[in-house]
């Protein structure tokens, strides 16, 4: 289904699925008298809780986005995310505010499957991406959420499209659902961005723990406290170095899980995961949780990462069939911790 929202809502088709008619009512709930909508968060590092946002807010979240990407009215952009979470909603908000042609793909692993024409814009997670690399030169520009973008990752976006001509630019997010979507973008296609830039009228500094503050008047009327643990450059870049309650203490050493998985992932193409398991002698037992079956290969690549610490090596390394997910696809690590400490 294609919604041009240049046009009134009385000329477009009718919905064929559950999810077209999710957008649309929303489309319709966007333009009625009510300044507030309702958003879901996605209980990725806690229990999900629904809280009311002002339309005027998430218009300025969505001008920050357009103005950035340069999207223009006609240009077509493709919605393949949740409607209840912050992400689907601003992919439509955007569409609205610029007049875009708003193309609903199903959320799926593989969203792309069915695409084989030009989309000017399309939001997208790590995992959707990982499963549509040969459909990525359709995209001009996407934007990577949800969780953050593998080595492995980066290196088959680059290998899928090098020898494509297209004008693809692909970049990483950086945001929360208090923050209307994301506030600071990295690109990691055609060139590789070690830092995330923060968009205008937004500012960053660190709280006593060296977590990231944000202060973002136009999207939130407070300044948010995260638990994210980064390095600042030059006030308005900033390099994450993983969440402070996912750190793992083990034998009074600090360990940085998203740190380790990305060294890991250099190595593996596995979706992996670092947990601390309660342990009477160390507090913490560092583990490696590897999505997929185990073979030689993996086991064999495994024994080669140079760790920086002896500590950073994991004391046991289990393989599962599928790692749990949230529904907007980032990875789930209290249920996952939940299933390996039955």
């Given at each position: 289904?294609?919604i041009?929202?240049?046009?009134?809502?009385?000329?477009q088709?009718?919905p064929s699925n559950e999810f077209?008619?999710k957008v649309?009512?929303?489309?319709k709930?966007?333009?009625s008298?009510?300044?507030?909508?309702?958003?879901?968060?996605s209980g990725?590092?806690?229990?999900?809780?629904?809280?009311?946002?002002?339309?005027?807010?998430?218009?300025?979240?969505?001008?920050?986005?357009?103005?950035?990407?340069d999207?223009?009215?006609?240009?077509?952009?493709?919605?393949c995310?949740?409607?209840?979470y912050i992400s689907?909603?601003?992919?439509?908000?955007?569409?609205?505010?610029?007049k875009?042609?708003?193309k609903?793909?199903?959320?799926?692993i593989?969203?792309?499957?069915n695409?084989?024409?030009?989309?000017?814009?399309c939001?997208m997670?790590?995992?959707?991406?990982?499963?549509?690399?040969?459909?990525?030169?359709?995209?001009k520009?996407?934007?990577?959420?949800?969780?953050?973008?593998?080595?492995?990752?980066?290196?088959?976006?680059?290998?899928s499209?090098?020898?494509?001509?297209?004008?693809?630019?692909?970049?990483e997010?950086?945001?929360?659902s208090?923050?209307?979507?994301?506030?600071?973008l990295?690109q990691?296609?055609?060139?590789q961005e070690?830092?995330?830039?923060?968009?205008?009228?937004?500012?960053?500094?660190?709280?006593?723990?060296?977590?990231?503050?944000i202060?973002?008047?136009?999207?939130?009327?407070?300044?948010?406290?995260?638990?994210?643990?980064?390095?600042?450059?030059?006030?308005?870049q900033?390099r994450?170095?993983?969440?402070?309650d996912?750190?793992?203490?083990?034998?009074?050493?600090?360990?940085?899980?998203?740190?380790?998985?990305k060294?890991?992932?250099?190595?593996?193409?596995?979706?992996?995961?670092?947990?601390?398991?309660?342990?009477?002698?160390l507090?913490q037992?560092?583990?490696?949780?590897?999505?997929?079956s185990?073979?030689?290969?993996?086991n064999?690549k495994?024994?080669v990462?140079?760790?920086?610490?002896?500590?950073?090596k994991?004391?046991?390394i289990?393989?599962?069939?599928?790692?749990?997910?949230?529904?907007?696809?980032?990875v789930?690590?209290?249920?996952l911790?939940?299933?390996?400490e039955?």
């Amino acid at each position: 289904m294609l919604i041009d929202l240049s046009k009134p809502l009385t000329n477009q088709k009718t919905p064929s699925n559950e999810f077209e008619t999710k957008v649309l009512d929303f489309i319709k709930e966007w333009f009625s008298d009510s300044k507030l909508v309702k958003i879901q968060s996605s209980g990725s590092t806690g229990i999900p809780k629904i809280f009311e946002v002002e339309k005027s807010k998430m218009l300025n979240s969505a001008e920050m986005t357009c103005n950035f990407l340069d999207l223009k009215e006609g240009n077509v952009a493709l919605i393949c995310l949740p409607i209840e979470y912050i992400s689907g909603k601003m992919m439509v908000v955007r569409s609205i505010l610029r007049k875009l042609k708003l193309k609903i793909a199903e959320p799926s692993i593989n969203p792309l499957q069915n695409i084989n024409q030009k989309i000017d814009f399309c939001a997208m997670t790590p995992l959707q991406v990982e499963n549509s690399l040969d459909k990525l030169h359709f995209i001009k520009n996407l934007i990577i959420g949800g969780a953050s973008v593998s080595e492995t990752l980066k290196n088959k976006i680059a290998q899928s499209l090098k020898h494509s001509n297209s004008p693809t630019r692909i970049f990483e997010t950086y945001g929360m659902s208090e923050t209307l979507s994301h506030i600071a973008l990295r690109q990691i296609f055609p060139h590789q961005e070690d830092w995330f830039k923060i968009f205008e009228d937004v500012e960053i500094s660190l709280d006593e723990r060296d977590c990231l503050k944000i202060f973002a008047p136009k999207l939130n009327s407070e300044i948010l406290k995260t638990n994210d643990l980064v390095e600042i450059n030059n006030q308005n870049q900033f390099r994450f170095l993983g969440r402070l309650d996912n750190v793992i203490n083990s034998a009074g050493a600090k360990i940085f899980p998203e740190k380790l998985e990305k060294l890991v992932k250099q190595n593996i193409p596995n979706e992996v995961v670092f947990l601390g398991i309660n342990d009477e002698k160390l507090g913490q037992k560092l583990i490696l949780i590897i999505e997929g079956s185990e073979s030689e290969g993996i086991n064999q690549k495994l024994s080669v990462i140079n760790y920086e610490k002896s500590f950073h090596k994991p004391k046991d390394i289990i393989f599962v069939k599928q790692i749990p997910r949230t529904p907007n696809g980032k990875v789930n690590r209290l249920e996952l911790k939940k299933s390996i400490e039955k």
